[in-house]
């Protein structure tokens, strides 16, 4: 049976994890490339790295980073942050990503979506939406979430799929950092529709949030997250166990055997 | 040495450092006179079929191929690679394949679409039919990683694992030194490292 995927997510800056983390065992705490070796033995399905650089330095060390992750990490790996361009899925894809996410390069230019799915396959795209309750609507924000688009992300959504997106990631503002839960009455609205794989992002505070993610809306694939993880509040050990529990199949994985 | 075979399709990165990760000896060549002169080789790919079959016979590197299976030298197809191994593909058309697996690919037939989304995307387990020596550092139940909407079928006599997705899918064949995925186990953690070892050490 196909399992719901667990995503732990970085945020590099420089070619380093921000928002420090801490386990014990971790040699450098900040070294993206240590920590998802780190994450992926603990039994990460997927990683993702947002690169959150300004600087054209600091993207180059990006790649190289991304480079030497994907040359020890055997999961998949997404790669968002400052994608504007079929050259820069081109850059990350090179470095071994596998799936490559847009957000503000996409509502800057829509036709982006397509043209990368069509390039690299719709499998390859994953449209990466910030929304946030305005006036009763649910309103995609670009950004990283500073800015009002004014546009209807429900509508964004849709459009994304029919272009291409092989992969929606739903991040709620209005639960991102509260530690409540996740955002189930914003991915309910998505997942009506959708149909591509949705991945629930913004909110979760334990281990019993991605319960109750999994049993109200069995359409959501996964769930992605990042402080949580990296504060080790979740083992992801255990939140597979209680996961399996509840009778949500989830992956186990196996010891190496080499 | 292994021979990772370069037509210009898919992402050869992973590969080449999941086989090096479990010490094989490994290449990324579009030479023909290597992939003669490796031990095994293995074709990769991604995305349609139409456009790989005919980079790959563009290149000449199917013949190449067809000679070295032919010869007995092993050979491991994953995902797309897999696909390019049979008779036939019905992706957007009707497309001739390589021929090494009696069958054809066609789309997953399930049952429920609002339940089991196309492509299907993630973590599936095996369940494994007979006792390939592909299959010989990994058990029943493992789970490896799928990327596809579609998959072998009229394959039974070759197919050595399946997943369940609605319906049974096939997720590796094999005809003699002929061995294929349709997941990546470049992808799969330490399952699909102990997969491909049992193809380099074989």
């Known amino acids: ?258 | 040495m292994i021979a990772i075979v370069d037509y210009g399709v898919g992402n050869l990165f992973s590969l080449k450092s999941s086989l090096a990760r479990i010490g094989a000896d490994c290449c990324v060549t579009g030479d023909a006179a290597v992939l003669e002169n490796a031990d095994k080789i293995l074709l990769p790919g991604v995305g349609a079929f139409r456009d790989a079959i005919q980079k790959l016979r563009a290149t000449g590197l199917d013949e190449t191929v067809l000679r070295q299976t032919e010869k007995g030298k092993p050979l491991l197809g994953v995902c797309l690679g897999m696909q390019l191994l049979f008779d036939k593909s019905f992706e957007y058309g009707e497309y001739e394949g390589l021929g090494l697996i009696r069958g054809t690919i066609e789309p997953i037939p399930v049952p429920d679409p609002v339940r089991y989304k196309i492509p299907q995307m993630g973590w599936n387990s095996l369940h494994l039919i007979g006792d390939h020596p592909l299959f010989r550092f990994i058990r029943e139940g493992d789970y490896v990683y799928f990327v596809h909407s579609y998959h072998g079928c009229h394959c039974e006599e070759s197919t050595i694992a399946t997943t369940e997705y609605g319906v049974p899918v096939t997720a590796a064949v094999a005809r003699d030194n002929v061995w294929a995925t349709q997941f990546h186990p470049e992808k799969s953690g330490n399952v699909g490292l102990a997969i491909l070892r049992a193809f380099a050490e074989n």
């Open chain 1, 1 to 258: 049976m196909i399992t719901k995927r667990i995503i732990p997510c970085l945020d590099v800056r420089n070619g380093r994890v921000v928002k420090g983390v801490n386990f014990e065992g971790l040699h450098d705490v900040s070294s993206p490339v240590e920590l998802a070796a780190y994450y992926s033995d603990a039994g990460a399905d997927e990683l993702v790295f947002y690169d959150i650089t300004a600087s054209f330095e600091g993207r180059a060390l990006f790649t190289d980073i991304l480079r030497e992750t994907a040359g020890q990490v055997f999961i998949p790996l997404t790669v968002g942050g400052g994608i504007n361009t079929l050259e820069d899925f081109d850059r990350v894809l090179r470095c071994g990503a596998d799936k490559v996410s847009v957000n503000s390069g996409a509502i800057r230019n829509p036709e982006l979506i397509g043209e990368a799915a069509k390039r690299y396959g719709d499998q390859c795209v994953v449209l990466s939406v910030d929304a946030k309750r305005v006036d009763g609507q649910y309103r995609v924000f670009a950004k990283g979430g500073r800015e009002d688009t004014g546009i209807d992300a429900l509508e964004w959504i849709r459009q994304g799929i029919d272009r291409g997106a092989g992969e929606i990631v739903l991040n709620s503002i209005d639960t991102d950092g509260v530690r409540g839960g996740f955002d189930l009455e914003m991915l309910d609205a998505v997942c009506s529709f959708a149909d591509v794989p949705v991945i629930a992002s913004g909110g979760a505070g334990c281990i019993e949030d991605f319960v109750t993610l999994f049993q109200s809306i069995p359409r959501v694939d996964a769930g992605l997250a990042a402080s949580i993880f990296h504060f080790g509040q979740v083992a992801i050990p255990d939140l597979k166990r209680v996961l399996r529990e509840r009778g949500i199949p989830v992956r186990e994985e196996r010891r190496k055997t080499f």
